[in-house]
């Protein structure tokens, strides 16, 4: 997976996770907003990134497709993170927020993403 695909899966994981826990004493949807805030420069150009990987494997991609590549992303968190919850999600997005650059982004995005995790990666301010 690219850089730019992690850090777009990334981005997509907090939001939909986000959206389930907003009703719960752990909602992090302020702090949400303020990692993309803080990121958006970084996150911009990893969806332009993104779109140009894309395109030069299947030729033009539409925004359409690009669409349909976000939805599928999405669903994967639909039901929520494989094996955090809320409360530890809001954490990671605390810490995420008050990060720097796409290095350490990256670094959590391939504990967070990993599909086949069996242990909770370490706490990102361990990092």
């Known amino acids: 997976m690219s850089s730019a695909e992690k850090l777009r899966r990334l981005d997509i994981m907090l939001l939909v996770t986000g959206l389930r826990c907003r009703s719960t004493p752990d909602d992090f949807q302020p702090d949400f907003q303020l990692f993309e805030t803080r990121h958006r420069s970084d996150l911009n150009a990893a969806d332009r990134q993104l779109r140009v990987q894309f395109g030069g494997r299947h030729g033009n991609v539409s925004a359409k497709a690009m ?24 954490g990671v997005v605390q810490d995420l ?6 290095a350490p982004l990256l670094t959590v995005a391939d504990q967070l993403l990993a599909s086949n995790s069996l242990t909770p990666p370490k706490m990102v301010s361990q990092l």
């Open 67 to 90: 669409d349909h590549i976000n939805v599928e992303m999405a669903n994967v968190y639909g039901n929520g993170h494989p094996w955090m919850g809320c409360h530890d999600l809001k």
């Open 97 to 102: 927020a008050s990060m720097k650059g796409t």
